[in-house]
């Protein structure tokens, strides 16, 4: 399958400071770009939607100012967290999709640890 | 997009076939059955898709039933890395998104 990459794998950080995510299609030009949010025991949950050269489209309940979300290029995504805060402590997750839009490959993930 | 019922949990003995079933009984016609895993502290890894017929390739099985109500994931020889969370996902092609329901957790014993 296609390759996507995520980094960092871990991040700790102190409370009310920013952390960057980015996410890149390594093999495929990434037309469309998901991120998601884990809770340990619990699914992923779908947090924004972005198209590249468009603003990012975000799920119901999730910060838009809080959440920022970069697709500049068809092999690079980032989320920057602003602000962040310890109930932000969770693990990230990155999914890229090409212009095929039928499969969609999802990178190894971010763990987020604010304190 | 359709919603799906998985069992929450399941084991299997090392070296036999597991068999995760997934009921997806209002599925419409343009909607394809996704599976992926997702092994602990990972992110998800797509296995197989299908839309009416069934597939296969070199990890798995997806047989989907007449009707499409339902699908069944098949590792032929599950092993200890096919320990994981399981989950099966309906989307409509053109669909933007991936919708995660809870998954299987299946354990593959030794």
């Known amino acids: 399958g296609a390759v996507v990459s995520q980094h960092p794998s871990w991040v700790i950080c102190k409370s009310g400071t920013s952390v960057k995510i980015e996410c890149r299609s390594l093999d495929f030009q990434a037309t469309t770009m998901f991120w998601y949010r884990q809770f340990p025991k619990q699914s992923l949950m779908l947090m924004a939607t972005s198209n590249e050269g468009s603003k990012a489209t975000y799920e119901q309940g999730v910060e838009k100012d809080k959440f920022l979300i970069n697709h500049a290029s068809l092999t690079l995504s980032t989320l920057t967290v602003t602000s962040a805060h310890p109930e932000d402590s969770s693990f990230y997750i990155c999914?890229?999709?090409?212009?095929?839009?039928?499969?969609?490959?999802f990178g190894q993930g971010t763990r987020l640890t604010v304190v | 997009d359709a919603k799906t019922t998985q069992p929450p949990s399941m084991d299997c003995a090392e070296g036999r076939a597991a068999n995760l079933p997934c009921n997806h009984s209002t599925i419409s016609g343009n909607e394809y059955v996704y599976w992926y895993r997702q092994i602990h502290s990972q992110g998800p890894q797509y296995i197989i898709h299908g839309l009416k017929n069934n597939e296969t390739n070199e990890m798995a099985s997806l047989i989907i039933t007449e009707d499409r109500k339902s699908s069944t994931l098949i590792l032929p020889h599950a092993t200890l890395r096919d320990t994981a969370v399981y989950y099966c996902?309906?989307?409509?092609?053109?669909?933007?998104?991936?919708?995660f329901g809870t998954g299987t957790r299946l354990t593959i014993i030794p």
């Open positions: 999914s890229a999709r090409g212009q095929n839009r039928v499969l969609a490959f």
């Open positions: 996902i309906v989307r409509g092609f053109g669909n933007e998104k991936l919708t």
